[in-house]
Nanobody, 121 residues
Framework: QVQLVESGGGLVQAGGSLRLSCAASGLIFGNYRMGWFRQAPGKEREFVATISQSGGITNYADSVKGRFTVSRDNAKNTVYLRMNGLKPEDTAVYYC??????????????WGQGTQVTVSS
């Protein structure tokens, strides 16, 4: 079965950086578009970024464009989210996803358990 395991979250001060990782198994990784979403307390899960199967095409939410970078290493079955210039409003649980495409959570079939990112002001 498909498994996605996120790591790299933590507590960081505003303006700081983090890199999230998502290790995938149970699928032919290079065949799947990968995505990142996030969910803040009391809010709906929202789109952050996607990356195409080869890594050549990326898409970002306006709120993170220019600050976050999604990348992947198909040899390691891993997708990354580099987050720079973090703001308190970036505080959320970050989820890795695959098995679909688009910017809505319902577009995707598989999800990781999430990793908490907390940005202090």
């Amino acid at each position: 079965q498909v498994q996605l395991v996120e790591s790299g979250g933590g507590l960081v001060q505003a303006g700081g950086s983090l890199r999230l990782s998502c290790a995938a198994s149970g699928l032919i990784f290079g065949n799947y578009r990968m995505g990142w979403f996030r969910q803040a307390p009391g809010k709906e899960r929202e789109f952050v970024a996607t990356i195409s199967q080869s890594g050549g095409i990326t898409n970002y939410a306006d709120s993170v464009k220019g600050r976050f970078t999604v990348s992947r290493d198909n040899a390691k079955n891993t997708v990354y989210l580099r987050m720079n210039g973090l703001k308190p409003e970036d505080t959320a649980v970050y989820y890795c996803t695959t098995g679909g495409s688009g910017t809505k959570p319902s577009d995707y079939a598989y999800w990781g358990q999430g990793t908490q990112v907390t940005v202090s002001s």
